[in-house]
């Protein structure tokens, strides 16, 4: 039998590797966009200074953007994530028979009351799009990207640069489209991929509150593993819970939940392993570390294990954090805003309750 944060961090590898295809299903799109740009630039004016031209393009550009953009998500990312949330319900209520004791009569939710809850549930990811449900979520990112280039052909028009030269700005090799656009595209689609892993398997669980009494937060133990998602790995948020903090916590999170079982329908067993990328590379660790517990044991591996540290933390929290004395607790309640952002260094300093972990690193 498994552990159900090993099964939930194993599972998230998958989410990942189904969120890179999707964002490949972008690239005949890509290809589609370099050629209207082209099309509609080859039709225009060689150099422009008039806005009224500029902005014609503009539109023209607009125009098939919207089309293109709307193409990918009908035909392609929508329709996948769909059936991708019904994947996900049969995978909840599939780890959840491995674990719970065979006495338990669980209930699986139907697929469209999976994908209801996926489009209806809002994101809420700082930075992108604020609070937003899925389909307007999409959509947003993509109208920032249109915005984006339109606003690359004004620039370039009123620089000087001529319409050859813009076309090969945006849709040249290496030019915005395979750049910048392409990485915001896979960002969204990998954020959107995440919380429609989480919101369905959310919804099966809901479906079963009787067994599942809420959820534990599991991150990946890395050192890429954002400051949101270590200070809420291993936190178990109950259903009765006010605050329900859910992944995606920024653009591209890997952050999972795993369920959290009535105890009585629990089968006894070890606790299970999930994957680490520490000082030694790739190794299964107890699911029991938290990601904070993970890193202290990496910067007791001598120099590199320290360096480590540094690299996640900066060398300052890093130091806070393996010589100053604190707690784990203690160290998160201390070094982070009500955000859970690394508060600035100086005023880490003006804290009386720090003092003490400061002197010691210092003496």
Known sequence: MADPIQQASRHAVYTTRFAGYLANLFDPYTAKLKRELRLILIDGPDTTQSMRRINQIIREFRSVSLAIYGDYNDKDILAELEA??????????????????????????????????????????????????????????????????????????????????????????????????????????????????????????????????????????????????????????????????????????????????DPKFTLDDDAGTRASAGVTGGKQVSTDLTYYEWLRIQGGQGPKGRAFVADVLGKERADLFLNGGLSISKFKQLTMDELFRPLPLSELKKKTSLQLAFDKIEG
């Open 84 to 261: 991708f949330a019904a994947n996900e319900g049969d995978f909840a209520i599939t780890s959840l028979e491995s674990i719970v004791k065979p006495s338990a009569e669980l209930s699986p939710p139907a697929p469209s009351q999976l994908w209801a809850a996926a489009t209806t549930k809002p994101l809420k990811v700082p930075g992108q799009g604020g609070v937003n449900i899925l389909g307007s979520y999409i959509k947003d990112m993509e109208a920032i990207q249109i915005a984006k280039i339109s606003e690359q052909i004004r620039f370039g028009f009123i620089t000087g640069r001529t319409s050859q030269q813009i076309a090969r700005d945006i849709a040249g090799k290496d030019g915005y489209l395979d750049k910048q656009n392409k990485s915001r595209i896979k960002a969204m689609v990998r954020t959107a991929t995440n919380h429609v892993s989480n919101v369905a398997r959310q919804s099966a669980y809901d479906e079963n509150d009787d067994i599942v009494k809420g959820y534990e937060i599991v991150a990946t133990l890395d050192r890429k593993t954002s400051d949101q998602c270590r200070f809420y790995d291993g936190l178990i948020v109950l259903n009765t819970a006010k605050e329900k903090p859910m992944p995606p916590f920024h653009p591209n999170c890997r952050t999972t939940t795993a369920p959290f079982l």
